[in-house]
């Protein structure tokens, strides 16, 4: 079927306010040379909407450009079915919200209107360039691959299998159950969290074996793991016997282990009557809370941040300490009233609802809670350990003599054991990449289970410092999102942040130079290389960030909607003001998840944004390749944004590695550009999220002023 173009321009929502609509349809018609072209009121209402699909029907138009709101708004309401293109030009946001209107005699602003203007012909020149989306087809699998089978493991398959899907649970000992199996009680997760509850793990594992729709593997691990997800080839040890099978997705589930207390000589653990909070919940289980001599223990010290929260252990801290003391306190009282508890921290931390266990424990008169800093534990003369503690809230040091003393040790993931859970065969190696501590890298603000390998979902312990109950919904939470992977890409869609896309990356391998750098850069492990170097994607492993098109020197990747062609088409669109005109062009790249939003908000808010850039909407900064700078300075542009989302150790990008990419790149064209005797200024990158929305017209015009300073791009008109 032939292509055809209908640019269709909303006068709605203030929009003839600040444009004279009729001439943006003349600039459609006679400029991009559209065959239909029309304008409505309302473009989204269901006279609008009928306007474009007679005109699909009766004129054969299957290539929409719609000049009207965000493309954040109505995606549904101008879905026109598969195998048509619809482009949206945010002529609402970028022009009739944000610049200059009519003034009182009913004339029109110049440079309001050649905004306007502009933008209908970059994004019909966009939509020129568009190609059409398809699913990447494939055999799913709708198996689903739990490796760990603790608390979390076991909830994650339970809750899948509760869904209707088989799960292949697989765990490295001979039982399930993990470490909280082996725990004398365990901390309230019931109205009204005052008091320890039964352990109930052991019911879990009966449910968890008993369930039709789960295998369970024990004494088993994973040898290797190829493929993508829908399709991933397992590979199994069990008990010697090498298994196969395929799974759509997977949920790594492997837990913590507590930290090493041996290293924690400092707080005494060389003392024979200094234990670890490990130690001590076998003491209670065994009903036996005794001293080393085996005489009973009357009067016990829990020192907290036992190794956490400090350089010279763990920095952070470890979330569970302060319940499981407030929880071992219980045991001592329970199992013998005459003891006592003495809880020395530095901060309490029982958030929510458990500040009612906290509370229960408090009002014990045997349970003492002191706040201070421990600066010395020392051993006495009859085995008992003395404890100092400094900064208390009395403003003095305050000795302590106990019969004995638990370190409330932190927790650190199993990935710091040296072993690898998944073995994956991916050229960016075996193993989840890392944020920090050992910790599998997300996007933490956004996305808490997902890791930058698509289809494989960190849950629990292993994911980051929590406790049991945090780790059931943990576990619940990732076995949807694996269940969605897998669903999705069965429909041939990308899972997140993207969902639902079509597009995928496209290369013209007859040009690569095989320089690797896509496969080196993707932070998601998509592309692998076969034996002469050439990169070969595996599809469903991508997130459609665009990195790698970013990446490529020659430019031979590209997506369906998103490509170098496009974005010079588009920057290139309409006729550059010469240096004469005294109208700067300032081209900013926004990258679609932090900084497009910034400029909705903005718009929404009537906040008057510099008349002089046009914006280009990028779905990641990622994508930036140096050929759009090159492109751009050349057309005449006098200086480039690019904003999107902050990188660092704090990143905030969809994409994690994005931003930074981006900055890495700029580095480098600025140095290029000045050896050309141009200022290195006129191309800078900004961080920027939703709360800036106030600060944008301020960041726009700084930079317009600095650019207006050096004066016009001396490349300008030639």
């Given at each position: 079927m032939d292509n055809k173009i209908g640019v269709y321009i909303c006068s709605g929502c203030d929009i003839d306010q600040a444009l004279d609509v009729e001439e943006l349809a003349k600039v459609a018609t006679k400029e991009c040379k559209v065959p239909v072209c029309k304008t409505h009121p309302f473009l989204c209402s269901e006279e609008g909407v009928q306007l474009l699909k007679e005109d699909q029907k009766n004129e054969g138009v299957n290539r929409f450009m719609i000049a009207a709101c965000s493309q954040r708004y109505h995606e549904a309401t101008f879905d026109m079915g598969e195998e048509n293109i619809v482009v949206r030009a945010p002529i609402r946001e970028y022009?009739?919200?944000?610049?200059?209107?009519?003034?009182?005699?009913?004339?029109?602003?110049?440079?309001?209107?050649?905004?306007?203007?502009?933008?209908?012909?970059?994004?019909?020149?966009?939509?020129?360039?568009?190609?059409?989306?398809?699913p990447y087809e494939q055999d799913t699998s709708k198996n689903l691959l739990v490796i760990g089978g603790g608390v979390s493991g076991m909830?994650?398959?339970?809750?899948?299998?509760?869904?209707?899907?088989?799960?292949?649970?697989?765990?490295?000992?001979?039982?399930?159950?993990?470490?909280?199996?082996?725990?004398?009680?365990?901390?309230?997760?019931?109205?009204?969290?005052?008091?320890?509850?039964?352990?109930?793990?052991?019911?879990?594992?009966?449910?968890?074996?008993s369930n039709d729709l789960i295998t369970v593997h024990a004494s088993s691990f994973v040898v290797s793991i190829s493929g993508q997800p829908g399709e991933f080839q397992v590979k199994l040890n069990s008990s010697g016997e090498i298994k196969e099978f395929k799974s759509g997705a997977i949920i790594m589930a492997t837990g913590s282990q507590p930290y090493d207390a041996a290293k924690l000589t400092e707080l005494g653990i060389q003392y024979e009557n200094v234990v670890s909070s490990a130690e001590?919940?076998?003491?209670?289980?065994?009903?036996?809370?005794?001293?080393?001599?085996?005489?009973?223990?009357?009067?016990?010290?829990?020192?907290?941040?036992?190794?956490?929260?400090?350089?010279?252990?763990?920095?952070?801290?470890?979330g569970t300490c302060c319940m499981d003391s407030l929880k071992q306190a219980a045991y001592i009282r329970e199992q013998n009233p005459e003891a006592k508890a003495h809880i020395i921290y530095r901060d309490m931390r029982t958030p929510g609802?458990?500040?009612?266990?906290?509370?229960?424990?408090?009002?014990?008169?045997?349970v003492f809670l002191t706040q201070g800093d421990v600066v010395g534990v020392n051993e006495t003369g009859d085995k008992n350990i003395s404890i100092d503690v400094d900064n208390t809230l009395f403003g003095e040091q305050v000795s302590l003599e106990m019969d004995l003393v638990v370190l409330a040790v932190g927790q650190v993931p199993s990935t710091l054991n040296g072993e690898s859970a998944l073995n994956l065969e991916y050229r960016q190696g075996p193993d989840l990449p890392e944020l920090k501590y050992g910790y599998p890298d997300s996007h933490f603000i956004c996305f808490p289970y997902e890791t930058r390998r698509t289809g494989i979902y960190a849950v629990g312990s292993v994911r980051q410092p929590m406790?049991?109950?945090?780790?059931?919904?943990?576990?619940?939470?990732?076995?949807?999102?694996?269940?969605q992977a897998i669903e999705l890409t069965d429909q041939g869609k990308t899972v997140h942040p993207r969902v639902g896309d079509l597009t995928f990356p496209e290369f013209a391998l007859s040009r690569c130079t095989s320089c690797k750098r896509c496969t080196e850069e993707c932070p998601f492990g998509v592309l692998e290389e076969d034996e002469k170097g050439t990169p070969?994607?595996?599809?469903?492993?991508c997130r459609s960030c665009g990195v790698c098109m970013g990446s490529c020197p020659v430019q031979i990747i590209s997506f369906k909607d998103s490509s170098p062609n496009i974005f010079k088409e588009m920057m290139t669109s309409y006729e550059m003001p010469d240096e004469f005109d005294e109208k700067p062009r300032v081209l900013i790249f926004a990258c679609e998840n932090d900084a497009l939003p910034v400029f909705d908000m903005a718009a929404m808010n009537r906040l008057e944004i510099n008349t002089n850039v046009r914006i280009i909407p990028m779905r990641c900064l990622g994508g930036l390749n140096l050929i759009y700078?090159?492109?751009?300075?050349?057309?005449?542009?006098?200086?480039?944004?690019?904003?999107g989302c902050a990188f660092g150790d704090d990143y905030q990008c969809h994409f994690v590695k994005?931003?930074?990419?981006?900055?890495?790149?700029?580095?480098?064209?600025?140095?290029?550009?000045?050896?050309?005797?141009?200022?290195?200024?006129?191309?800078?990158?900004?961080?920027?999220?939703?709360?800036?929305?106030?600060?944008?017209p301020k960041i726009i015009n700084d930079f317009v002023e600095e650019i207006e300073d050096f004066g016009p791009n001396p490349f300008k008109g030639m």
């Amino acid at each position: 079927m032939d292509n055809k173009i209908g640019v269709y321009i909303c006068s709605g929502c203030d929009i003839d306010q600040a444009l004279d609509v009729e001439e943006l349809a003349k600039v459609a018609t006679k400029e991009c040379k559209v065959p239909v072209c029309k304008t409505h009121p309302f473009l989204c209402s269901e006279e609008g909407v009928q306007l474009l699909k007679e005109d699909q029907k009766n004129e054969g138009v299957n290539r929409f450009m719609i000049a009207a709101c965000s493309q954040r708004y109505h995606e549904a309401t101008f879905d026109m079915g598969e195998e048509n293109i619809v482009v949206r030009a945010p002529i609402r946001e970028y022009v009739a919200w944000t610049q200059k209107t009519k003034d009182d005699s009913g004339k029109f602003d110049e440079d309001t209107q050649l905004a306007g203007e502009e933008y209908i012909q970059m994004y019909t020149a966009k939509l020129k360039k568009h190609g059409v989306a398809e699913p990447y087809e494939q055999d799913t699998s709708k198996n689903l691959l739990v490796i760990g089978g603790g608390v979390s493991g076991m909830t994650a398959a339970m809750e899948a299998a509760n869904a209707g899907y088989s799960v292949n649970l697989v765990e490295k000992e001979d039982h399930l159950g993990g470490f909280c199996l082996n725990e004398h009680k365990l901390i309230p997760a019931h109205a009204p969290f005052r008091e320890p509850e039964i352990n109930s793990v052991s019911a879990a594992v009966g449910a968890v074996a008993s369930n039709d729709l789960i295998t369970v593997h024990a004494s088993s691990f994973v040898v290797s793991i190829s493929g993508q997800p829908g399709e991933f080839q397992v590979k199994l040890n069990s008990s010697g016997e090498i298994k196969e099978f395929k799974s759509g997705a997977i949920i790594m589930a492997t837990g913590s282990q507590p930290y090493d207390a041996a290293k924690l000589t400092e707080l005494g653990i060389q003392y024979e009557n200094v234990v670890s909070s490990a130690e001590f919940e076998q003491m209670a289980k065994s009903g036996n809370i005794v001293r080393k001599d085996g005489t009973p223990a009357l009067n016990i010290g829990f020192i907290q941040c036992a190794g956490s929260r400090t350089p010279d252990h763990l920095s952070y801290c470890s979330g569970t300490c302060c319940m499981d003391s407030l929880k071992q306190a219980a045991y001592i009282r329970e199992q013998n009233p005459e003891a006592k508890a003495h809880i020395i921290y530095r901060d309490m931390r029982t958030p929510g609802l458990y500040e009612d266990f906290y509370r229960s424990r408090q009002n014990d008169p045997g349970v003492f809670l002191t706040q201070g800093d421990v600066v010395g534990v020392n051993e006495t003369g009859d085995k008992n350990i003395s404890i100092d503690v400094d900064n208390t809230l009395f403003g003095e040091q305050v000795s302590l003599e106990m019969d004995l003393v638990v370190l409330a040790v932190g927790q650190v993931p199993s990935t710091l054991n040296g072993e690898s859970a998944l073995n994956l065969e991916y050229r960016q190696g075996p193993d989840l990449p890392e944020l920090k501590y050992g910790y599998p890298d997300s996007h933490f603000i956004c996305f808490p289970y997902e890791t930058r390998r698509t289809g494989i979902y960190a849950v629990g312990s292993v994911r980051q410092p929590m406790d049991i109950n945090d780790a059931k919904l943990d576990a619940t939470g990732a076995a949807l999102k694996a269940i969605q992977a897998i669903e999705l890409t069965d429909q041939g869609k990308t899972v997140h942040p993207r969902v639902g896309d079509l597009t995928f990356p496209e290369f013209a391998l007859s040009r690569c130079t095989s320089c690797k750098r896509c496969t080196e850069e993707c932070p998601f492990g998509v592309l692998e290389e076969d034996e002469k170097g050439t990169p070969f994607p595996n599809p469903a492993r991508c997130r459609s960030c665009g990195v790698c098109m970013g990446s490529c020197p020659v430019q031979i990747i590209s997506f369906k909607d998103s490509s170098p062609n496009i974005f010079k088409e588009m920057m290139t669109s309409y006729e550059m003001p010469d240096e004469f005109d005294e109208k700067p062009r300032v081209l900013i790249f926004a990258c679609e998840n932090d900084a497009l939003p910034v400029f909705d908000m903005a718009a929404m808010n009537r906040l008057e944004i510099n008349t002089n850039v046009r914006i280009i909407p990028m779905r990641c900064l990622g994508g930036l390749n140096l050929i759009y700078v090159t492109d751009a300075l050349s057309y005449g542009y006098d200086g480039i944004m690019f904003m999107g989302c902050a990188f660092g150790d704090d990143y905030q990008c969809h994409f994690v590695k994005g931003s930074e990419l981006a900055n890495t790149r700029l580095t480098k064209v600025q140095e290029t550009i000045g050896r050309l005797n141009l200022e290195s200024e006129r191309i800078q990158q900004f961080a920027i999220s939703m709360n800036d929305y106030e600060k944008l017209p301020k960041i726009i015009n700084d930079f317009v002023e600095e650019i207006e300073d050096f004066g016009p791009n001396p490349f300008k008109g030639m």
